[in-house]
């Protein structure tokens, strides 16, 4: 009897259309799956994002095994576990003797490294396979930016479109006239608004014993686990996939960007923990979307939101982060020297949107996407935090958070510390947009009405103190350029005040202690 194919499978590969496993015979193949401290500790994430990972391979571990295959799982706990995945992988050559070893490739680019080192080290065939789950491969992202001096996320998602045949009319132009909607999707938040419940999922015995695991190993890791409730197994994927179509679809458009306090969820999908984890296929997922526009169930403007969000953004950001690697994870264009406030750590801050925030991050490892880039993501702009410091803090905190989607959008959309590679311009905003698109500023201790001085909402004196410092570099932007006419007038007096303002408030800030991120 011949060697069998060894076939290592990593934490985010959780699919059973994975590359490496198609087409291969059952009785021919030893799948390993490996929970190394490398992945868990390689900053300390959230303990619900390790609960999830761990839980739902081990899930799909036995899901395989029921299906047939033979499955070699290594513990974290295992006596002998190497603690990285080179370890393990040569471990598992030992113990099975494979005649060839088959992976697909890495999403993040400290992992692929490691997995590119391998022919050199193992005496038997390693085959590196390209990761398709994804609809761009690396080769047509780069023939895509080749020659391009800006590589605007709209003209990628309309190529996108135009390959998936998504929202498109039979003579090649957009259902409905236009490609994006986002104009339609601002709407702020109504009196009492609340969507319906999302599905929770109580933990299992499985889960239960990864939740002991995490409270023991882990246990000063930020995040509480007084409350798992994100499905671990593709099943429970799918029927929170099923209830979001079913009943927020039809709102998820117009109050994506909406922030009410306490409503952690509201109309938004919570399907990318499941997405990044390969439980859902994301184009399925799609045209789950644009079946329910064709059949009279959600608005265009909401199902061609929920599916740019996917087949554009997503795709995109996973295409620039490899385009711009290695350089992208040092940039620092603007500067940013600031350490982290330890406050991003504690939610103890007088600032209600962002001590919601901190509350939603905490209790649940997640947060929506203008929470992270229009609070959060804002104030580490606008007082200039050190990019290293703020890429930590997400990749720890959300438990959809890997290197790959992370950190373009930390570096580039949150902090434009890549220097407007990815967006426009720096997604910088005082107190009025939060007061628009939420109601954090009712019974804030700060008026968002006041503009400087002791009560006034710090970001508005940290606005002007942002655009003032970098004046130089983004006068020049066609985007946000006017608005040094609007600060030129306010006079010498009021330009003062506004960044005494903000100075005062940023001497107020206490630096994070080293050891909340990464293990000292």
């Given at each position: 009897m011949q060697s069998p194919i060894l076939v290592p499978i990593l934490g985010d590969q959780l699919s059973?259309?994975?590359?490496?496993?198609?087409?291969?015979?059952?009785?021919?193949?030893?799948?390993?799956?490996m929970e190394v401290w490398d992945?868990?500790?390689?900053?300390?994430?959230?303990?619900?994002?390790?609960?999830?990972?761990?839980?739902?391979?081990?899930?799909?571990?036995?899901?395989?095994?029921?299906?047939?295959?033979?499955?070699?799982?290594?513990?974290?706990?295992?006596?002998?576990?190497?603690?990285s995945f080179t370890g393990e992988v040569a471990r598992a050559i030992e113990r099975h003797d494979p005649r060839a070893v088959h992976v697909v490739e890495a999403s993040e680019w400290r992992?692929?490294?490691?997995?590119?080192?391998?022919?050199?080290?193992?005496?038997?065939?390693?085959?590196?396979?390209?990761?398709?789950?994804?609809?761009?491969?690396?080769?047509?992202?780069?023939?895509w930016a080749e020659g391009r001096k800006h590589l605007t996320m709209e003209y990628f998602y309309r190529e996108m479109r135009k390959k998936t045949g998504l929202?498109?009319?039979?003579?090649?132009?957009?259902?409905?006239?236009?490609?994006?909607?986002?104009?339609?999707?601002?709407?702020?938040?109504?009196?009492?608004?609340?969507?319906?419940?999302?599905?929770?999922?109580?933990?299992?015995?499985?889960?239960?014993?990864?939740?002991?695991?995490?409270?023991?190993?882990?246990?000063?890791?930020?995040?509480?686990?007084?409350?798992?409730?994100?499905?671990?197994?593709?099943?429970?994927?799918?029927?929170?996939?099923?209830?979001?179509?079913?009943?927020?679809?039809?709102?998820?458009?117009?109050?994506?960007?909406?922030?009410?306090?306490?409503?952690?969820?509201?109309?938004?999908?919570?399907?990318?923990?499941?997405?990044?984890?390969?439980?859902?296929?994301?184009?399925?997922?799609?045209r789950h979307a644009q079946q329910a526009y064709e059949e009279d169930r959600a608005p265009l403007n909401s199902v061609e939101g929920f599916i740019r969000q996917i087949i554009g953004w997503r795709e995109y950001v996973r295409g620039f982060y490899w385009?711009?690697?290695?350089?992208?994870?040092?940039?620092?264009?603007?500067?940013?020297?600031?350490?982290?406030?330890?406050?991003?750590?504690?939610?103890?801050?007088?600032?209600r949107c962002m001590a919601d925030c901190i509350r939603s991050t905490r209790d649940n490892a997640h947060a929506h996407h203008i929470q992270r880039?229009?609070?959060?993501?804002?104030?580490?702009?606008?007082?200039?935090?050190?990019?290293?410091?703020?890429?930590?803090?997400?990749?720890?905190?959300?438990a959809d958070a890997y290197d790959w989607v992370e950190m373009p959008n930390v570096v580039g959309m949150i902090l434009y510390a890549d220097g407007g590679k990815l967006a426009t311009k720096p997604y910088a905003?005082?107190?009025?947009?939060?007061?628009?698109?939420?109601?954090?500023?009712?019974?804030?201790?700060?008026?968002?009405?006041?503009k400087t001085g002791d009560g006034a909402c710090p970001f508005n004196p940290l606005y002007w103190h942002f655009m003032n410092r970098h004046r130089d570099r983004l006068e020049s932007n066609h985007r946000i350029g006017r608005i040094y006419a609007t600060w030129d007038r306010m006079g010498e007096t009021k330009q003062r005040e506004y960044l005494t303002s903000a100075e005062n408030f940023l001497d107020t800030l206490v630096p994070a202690r080293e050891d909340w991120a990464r293990y000292q």
């Open positions: 059973r259309n994975l590359a490496s496993l198609r087409g291969r015979a059952k009785d021919d193949t030893v799948i390993l799956m992945e868990a500790t390689y900053v300390k994430h959230h303990k619900q994002k390790i609960v999830l990972i761990f839980s739902a391979m081990r899930h799909f571990a036995a899901e395989l095994r029921d299906a047939g295959w033979t499955v070699d799982y290594v513990k974290l706990t295992d006596r002998d576990n190497s603690g992992v692929q490294q490691a997995i590119e080192e391998w022919p050199g080290k193992f005496a038997c065939e390693v085959e590196i396979l390209p990761d398709d789950r994804f609809l761009c491969s690396h080769a047509e992202f780069e023939e929202l498109m009319r039979g003579d090649g132009k957009p259902v409905g006239g236009e490609w994006n909607y986002d104009s339609e999707n601002r709407e702020p938040p109504k009196e009492e608004l609340k969507a319906p419940p999302r599905p929770k999922f109580a933990p299992d015995e499985i889960t239960c014993e990864v939740i002991d695991l995490v409270e023991e190993k882990f246990a000063d890791h930020f995040g509480s686990l007084d409350r798992f409730e994100w499905p671990v197994t593709r099943n429970e994927a799918e029927q929170a996939a099923d209830a979001f179509f079913a009943e927020r679809l039809e709102n998820f458009g117009p109050y994506q960007d909406a922030m009410v306090h306490g409503q952690d969820d509201l109309y938004h999908s919570m399907l990318s923990t499941s997405i990044n984890l390969g439980l859902l296929d994301p184009l399925d997922l799609c385009h711009f690697m290695p350089q992208l994870e040092r940039a620092n264009e603007l500067g940013a020297d600031r350490p982290l406030p330890e406050f991003y750590w504690t939610g103890e801050t007088d600032m880039l229009m609070v959060l993501g804002n104030f580490a702009l606008l007082a200039g935090i050190e990019p290293r410091a703020v890429q930590d803090w997400y990749l720890a905190v959300y905003a005082s107190g009025n947009y939060i007061n628009k698109m939420s109601d954090y500023c009712k019974g804030c201790r700060y008026k968002v009405s006041q």
